[in-house]
């Protein structure tokens, strides 16, 4: 039967065929070696350490010592939209995470556009956390052995400061190119190696940021956070303006969300497992970001934390005096930081696989080693894009665009909880449900979203058009007629 453009555009994926295609796949494709613990850890390993180890250099000069409400407005709304996954990840256990729901309720072309929204998101954060990676690697050089790395080698060619783009020709970013490939070498080793690779690495994150918060605590001034919200308008953040900016920074950092869904395939029993583990990781990382947060700021005045390299570290360093609790902190960031662009490079490989196996995008992104069910050409052109990037931008777009990418997806997971309750009716199979009802949550979950989204800088619109205007050409180009719904219609 030929199919018009509009009907194409809107047709779905029912979410008994996303489970149909799991299982058909499973002889030749991912495996399900992840139990809850190493689930959860995967959850917290994308998201505890990123946004404290980096963003609140980024964060704090917009909000001041208010950026703790900031941390609390974006906590609460990736509650209201871990409610969300979590229901849907039980009714739609499949790879791909937000792609795969809207794919299940609102249609092709707006799952495509969630998808890319999803690649942007991944692969910038990947790059992003490499980034700051580096600086902690050089403080943790400078403070073990008294030798930094040659700043030519750790700086990159292209550098903005929001308004103008300048080239240093000769820079390099190295450090960040060589994580990507150790991440890249263990991921096409397997899921099940990574994911225990991931968790050890996870504890030892919380261990380090607990080590952080007892030392930060015993410098704690109250005096540092007077005044609570920013006094300086020279930029438009005073006050909640600035809160809001702030809150936008910082909210790429509860993807780890996200990733715990594109990892439905690869779950055991998953319709109960993805939920747990969504609303496990979202405890915990709210917890450890609020008590970094408060134990930052009481420990030093915010006008310290613009354009401060190793900020932990540094803080530390001045609490004591001394520089063996920076250096176990520089050591402890090193490490644990790892985990966080593994799974972030994790994340982007499985969005892919689940939309090259739809016919979406070519099928290399959908060959899985036989040997170690990774899919191996799949994560090498994920692995030399972030590491490209990570080695020639900085950061200063990167945090942003990551969050643009989130909200969106976000927005698209919290429509799609009426809608699939509505296409499966009451007798469909469920475990968890979004409590009062399918408006309410999903209502405040999408209202929350547009009003982080509302500050975030012009710049990263024109960017995020530009991003959907080739996902968009991309999609009519080659999607449309690619589509295994296509060829079955």
């Not at 072309?109 to 700051?132: D, K, N, P, Q």
């Not at 902690?136 to 783009?165: K, T």
């Not at 909640?240 to 780890?256: D, E, P, R």
Request: charged fraction near 10%; proline fraction near 5%.
């Amino acid at each position: 039967m030929n199919l018009t453009l509009g009907q194409k555009l809107f047709r779905t994926k029912s979410a008994e065929r996303a489970h149909e295609d799991s299982q058909a796949a499973h002889g030749g494709g991912l495996n399900r070696t992840l139990g809850l613990f190493p689930l959860t850890m995967i959850g917290v390993g994308a998201t505890v350490g990123t946004g404290i180890f980096f963003t609140m250099v980024e964060a704090v000069p917009k909000a001041g010592p208010a950026v703790i409400l900031s941390f609390l407005i974006a906590a609460i709304t990736a509650g209201l939209t871990a409610l969300c996954y979590a229901e849907l990840a039980g009714r739609v256990p499949a790879s791909g995470s937000s792609y795969s729901f809207a794919y299940a309720t609102v249609g092709e072309f707006a799952a495509f556009i969630v998808a890319a929204c999803l690649l942007l998101e991944y692969g910038l954060a990947g790059s992003a956390v490499a980034i700051g990676w580096s600086d902690y690697l050089n403080n943790f050089l400078q403070n073990a052995f008294g030798w930094e790395i040659p700043a030519h080698l750790r700086s990159p060619m292209f550098v903005s400061d929001h308004s103008n783009l300048s080239v240093h020709s000769g820079n390099f970013n190295l450090p960040p190119v060589l994580l990507v490939i150790m991440c890249c070498i263990l991921l096409i080793r397997g899921t099940k190696e990574s994911a225990t690779t991931n968790a050890i690495m996870v504890v030892i994150k919380l261990a380090i940021l607990t080590f952080f918060s007892v030392i930060a605590f015993s410098g704690f001034d109250i005096n540092n956070f007077h005044p609570f919200y920013n006094t300086d308008n020279s930029k438009g953040f005073a006050g909640m303006a600035g809160v809001t900016a702030a809150a936008g920074t910082v909210f790429f950092s509860f993807i780890g969300l996200d990733t715990i869904a594109t990892a439905g395939e690869e779950v055991n029993n998953p319709r109960r497992n993805v939920p747990i583990g969504i609303l496990a990781a979202l405890v915990i990382v709210t917890l450890f970001y609020l008590l970094v947060a408060v134990a930052a700021m009481g420990a030093q005045p915010a006008h310290l934390f613009e354009g401060q390299q190793a900020g932990l570290s540094v803080i530390l360093q001045n609490v004591t005096g001394k520089a063996w609790p920076a250096l176990v902190l520089s050591a402890g960031a090193v490490v644990s930081v790892f985990s966080v662009t593994l799974v972030t490079i994790y994340g982007q490989t499985r969005i892919l696989y689940a939309i090259s196996r739809d016919g979406l995008i070519p099928k290399t992104f959908q060959k899985v080693n036989p040997r170690s069910g990774a899919p191996v050409s799949n994560t090498l052109i994920v692995c030399l894009v972030v590491g490209l990037i990570a080695g020639l931008v900085d950061s200063t777009f990167l945090w942003d665009m990551v969050s643009m990418g989130t909200l969106t997806a976000f927005i698209v997971v919290s429509i799609a909880v009426p809608v699939i309750r509505a296409k499966q009716g009451p007798d469909a199979e469920h475990g968890f449900r979004v409590p009062f009802g399918p408006y309410l949550v999903p209502g405040l979950s999408i209202a929350a979203c547009l009003y982080i989204m509302k500050d975030l800088p012009p710049a990263t619109y024109r960017v995020f058009y530009i991003w959907m205007a080739a996902a968009i050409a991309t999609y009519f180009l080659y999607s449309v007629r690619h589509s295994r719904l296509n060829k079955k219609s």
